[in-house]
């Protein structure tokens, strides 16, 4: 069974900083791409960043330059660094991997950039 436990969420102001973990097994950190998605209220679900068991990553364009995802292998997760928040960040962020046609998700995490 697939287990990703996310944390880190909160309320931060705009401009500031957050970061995101994602814990998993060791058999899935090593073997498989990790990604984080995001679902604000009233929108559809939307990717924003994944990185590769070599250590490749990926992001949306719209947070390119603000967020940086990791690896950390000491503690089997892959972390989201959100610096630069702007209000319209604000979402859930789930953590999520895809073995084969199966995906699997995370509880999710709210992320609320407010003043």
């Known amino acids: 069974q697939v287990q990703l436990v996310e944390s880190g969420g909160g309320l931060v102001q705009p401009g500031g900083s957050l970061r995101l973990s994602c814990a998993t097994s060791?058999?899935?950190?090593?073997?498989?791409?990790i990604a984080w998605y995001r679902q604000a209220p009233g929108k559809q679900r939307e990717f924003v960043a994944d990185i590769s068991s070599g250590g490749s990553a990926n992001y949306v364009d719209s947070v390119k330059g603000r967020f940086t995802i990791s690896r950390d292998n000491a503690q089997n997760a892959v972390h989201l660094q959100m610096n630069s928040l702007k209000p319209e960040d604000t979402a859930v962020y789930y953590c999520?991997?895809?073995?084969?046609?199966?995906?699997?998700w995370g509880q999710g995490t709210q992320v609320t950039v407010s003043s």
């Open positions: 999520n991997v895809r073995l084969g046609p199966q995906r699997y």
């Open positions: 060791a058999s899935i950190f090593s073997r498989f791409v």
